[in-house]
């Protein structure tokens, strides 16, 4: 019965936790190159170089002395966002939409003051938020304005797009769509729906929403399959070179839509997870295999492996 | 990718298994350690008095064997004196002096443990003379009889001899060895001189039988040697004996059991009882003694002080194997890697009920306090040791009830990783924030499960003395970790994440 049931999901092509941490992050991420992902203040440097946007980055708070300047630094910036440097899953991250000179008003509309930021700041310091408890930088950084395109399948928040990209390959892609029961946020284990994007278009196909699949946005009730996601090809062009940037063979990138300034890569994760494979209703392991079946000499540029992934994923 | 891992693994079954066989093969090991071992209690009593001058009484005595220990050993004198002499034929206890004028008793104790011998093989033995015989034509007929035997193997020699012996009718009437020698003899002595004519090593056996019982008299038997070991034989040559195992020689060399000069021996008698002796006793007895490589190695020979602690850290890694298996095989989350091990073995202090109650306190009080503590917007390390203080004090507080009231396990908290408890208490509330109270719970439950069975495992007697005795199982534990941390296969979990692939819709 149960050898039955695992037959099925192979046959499907699921990829399981065992197989993803064995046979590709073990073996395609040294773990001397975590910290350029999991820190991100390495992570917009390194973008930097390659020419890939990420939010402006105002300030990095790297010690208790330097909050003391908290009030100047703060001075001549209306919006901004406070985030630990190695933070995950959306903890510790406040966005902050409105000021006056000393209150400050936060995306979802609570007042907070100089000093509860300056207390968060300090936790963030100490590591509260870091994966391994470690001391923590403070990121200051622009707000992102999220594209209108989502707007009636959002609610509040940021979506965010999240594509695998495998030796340099996008393989799998998904938008994620922050719900009421998300708080907002982007992460699909707090309740936000994910979309699956099919590579070759960049048109959302399915979408789970608490492992169920849904083809209506709960809160809003407009449609969630059928949308264009805009920008698609700079998005894979992104995606594709964080291999290149990181030297990472299995990632996770995650991309948001500025308003302004388009696409912008959020944040990379060298664990990503595997529920993409429930919103696109897909399994990630055949397409991993695909890519390792390809012949040779085929995968030179960037350019061919998005037309390689566009044209066979 | 997988093969040096697996092969490594396999490298480690192969070892254990090895290893294993050498000690049950080899060194006679039990193959469940667990099962009961024959154990005897060995009494021999008389009572001696002197017929006026200095008495002698040697007595033959148990000797230790392959398969055989002999240990507590007491002696009772009276005003005698007492020498133990060991000779090639077996140990004798000798009291000398002189009696009072309503004798003495003397008395002989000890405890015999048995098991299977092992490959240890007896010595063959050389041939010994013929046994007293009045004159040499019966040498001569004997012989003659034998002749044709000498050509088989030893054996079928005996069988042979032993037909003889038993029916008259089928002996060739030109015979004329029995015609002279019954009647005269006894069946004892014609059989030796059959088997001497024949070149078969053989001899008498005093001794008793090791059941329960009292015996006065010891029992006489004939030993053959058939080439791998002394085959018994009844006195008379009539039967083998098939209980042969069951028998405790005292001497082998005809020399009486009990010999007395200058006095007389009453009321011998020999008081054989079945002892439970503990497991560990035995193995103990049994392996400190040998020389043997591995046994010299064994954890048998650490001072007893620190085997206690031995005997449950090699079952520890049962526990850790176990959380291998429920993180990556089924799929269940528990607080922290090792916590559920570090509980299990709290527990062997605070006992099983007593122990689950702390956990859920501490979790409950800790969770409570930890709320508060947010509020307070305390740094990291500076809360994480409030809560550890927080904890100490509850305890502090509950030992001094406890006290009062007399109830005493509360007070038994030993060293309980506190420290470990703390830092369950903050995953315990992250994983509340981000997961809410339903995995929180859940997680708690497979943590106090495994801790559960892990205290099981590790207090089991049974399995202790197995891995104490055969600590080569840790090889195949590791083993074990090895192949689980290369199962790339799908977790149970997953079955049910996934469940949506599997609908053929
Ligand atoms: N600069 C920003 N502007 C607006 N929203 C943001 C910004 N940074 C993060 N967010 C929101 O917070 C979520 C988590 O941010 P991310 O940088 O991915 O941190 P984490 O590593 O904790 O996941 C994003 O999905 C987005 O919704
Ligand atoms: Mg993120």
Redesign the pocket.
Known sequence: MIGQAFQQLKEAGVLGINNRNAEYIMRYNPRSLYPLVDN?VLTKRLAKQYGIPT?VLFHVIENYGSMKNLKTMLEDIKEF?V?PAS?????G?I?IAERTRNVFLTQSKKVVTLEYLSYHISDILSGIFSLQGHEDHAII????HPDQVFSAVTYQ??P?VRIIVYRGVPVMAMVRL?TKDSDG??NLHRGAIGAGIELGTGQTITAVHKSKIVTHHPDTGNPVSGLQVPHWDTMLSIATLATDMTGLGYIGV?I?IDRDRGPVL??LNARPGLAIQMANKSGLLKRLEDVDAAPDGIFTTPEKRIAWAKENL | MKRPAVLLALGLLILTAVLLLYRIIGLGYPVLPASTGQAFHFKFDGHIKSDGGDTTLSVALPSERPGLIISEEYFGSGSLSFNLFRKESGRYGVWIGQTGRDGEIVSYRAMILMRSPGTAKPKSPVLEKYPPLTNKDEQTAAEKITERLKLLPLPERIETILKLMEDSGSRPPELTFFKFMEGRYSQSTLLLTLFRAALIPARVVDGVRLTEGIVTKPLTWIEAWNGQTWEGLSIDGKETLKDQATLLALTVDGTPVVHVAGGKINDTRWDINRQIVGQWRHNYEHISRSERFLDRWSLFRLPTEFQQTFRILLLVPIGALLICILRNIIGFPTFGIFMPVLMALSFRNTGLIYGLSIFAGVILVGYAARRFLDRLRLLLVPRMSVLLTLVIVCFTLLALFGNKFGLRQVMAVGLLPFVILVMTIERFFVVVEEHGIRTALQTSAGSAAVAFITYLIISSETLQLTFFIYPELLLSIGALQILIGRYTGYRLSELFRFREFRDPS
Not at chain 1, 87 to 91: A, D, E, N, P, V
Not at chain 1, 141 to 144: A, D, F, G, Q, W
Request: net charge negative; charged share 30%; hydrophobic share 35%.
């Open positions: 991100k939010p966002v985030k933070g995950s899953g959306g903890s991250i966005l950084e622009s707000l992102i928040g940021v965010d922050p946020k982007a995650d948001v959020l944040e």
